[in-house]
């Protein structure tokens, strides 16, 4: 009866210690900020890397945005001229993979992650896409991870007019490629327009894709641990 008991005794302290090592850690340890050409920006650990969490707004020739929270807007010419602390650099095409592998393991047909509802709902700052106060409180953003993504939309270059602001929000990445032999580079995005997302009127959706020439998009930083 005694041994019974230590045998129940030892399965209940293995079965713990298994429950405690399987327990996964947070994605988002802790915060804090870096100074870029004289400014200050909020910072946030996603998994191994540092992400600045709001949007770039100095460098030489950047392209000033209709709303101070989106910051400015960025051709990758323009991004690839300012200069960034020891460290730290313009996100890669990998970079954002790396960023949303910390929240799904689903990959579209060119093997980047793709994020549904509940992961661009982590990403998305909770205050500034269209249309929240009409959504079912299940799809609001929770900005959960603390990368605050504002739907800052893209910035026409030839015809200088904002397109997609509140609804979409769209980061340049340093990642080139070529589309009908066209030079094109890549973009992180999240958007509320109800794009590939199924039957849902409005929601959130990440992704990568290409940015075609001639647009500018929002910026932001990132940096190994």
Known sequence: MKLLS????LAIIFLSACS??????PVVTNTGSVVINGSTYPTIIIGAQTWTSLNYNGGTGSLATSDPTYGNYYTLAQAMAITLPTGWRIPTRTDYNNLLSNFT???NSSGDYTGDISVARALADTAHFHSLASLDLTMLPTNSSGFSAYPGGEYDVTNKVFDYQVYDATFLTSTTGTINSTPAAYFF???SDGVNIGSTTFGYYAGLDFNYNPYAYSLRFVKDN
């Open 6 to 9: 230590l045998l129940a005794l």
């Open 20 to 25: 405690k090592k399987n327990t996964p850690t």
């Open 105 to 107: 393991t689903t990959k």
């Open 189 to 191: 995005g999240i958007t």
